[in-house]
């Protein structure tokens, strides 16, 4: 069973939080909210998404890679793809 699918109740509560967190952006935003608020709160959803992210990530690396039952040429593919991400992300 794929990580994300066994750990889809708390994946999904943290996406539920982030979500809450853009809504409260989007509301402080809209009432001209005074800017250090503002800042705070991206900062807090940033925070949230790095978790995210990270627990994610580690479920994937824990699973995708690092089992015996997985191939050098599995293993191989699987860190080009988690490398390709993490570029990505951290841009």
Known sequence: MPHT????KKLLA??????G?????????ELETD??????QIAAIRGAVNGLMAE???GHI??????????AKERREGLEQVVGVLRS???
Request: some cysteine.
């Open 5 to 8: 699918v066994r750990d889809q």
């Open 14 to 19: 943290r996406v539920r939080r982030i979500k």
């Open 21 to 29: 967190q853009t809504e409260a952006l989007e509301q402080a935003l």
């Open 35 to 40: 800017c250090a608020a503002v800042l705070q």
């Open 56 to 58: 994610v990530l580690e």
């Open 62 to 71: 824990r699973e995708h890679l690092g089992q015996e039952a997985v191939s």
């Open 89 to 91: 992300y951290l841009k």
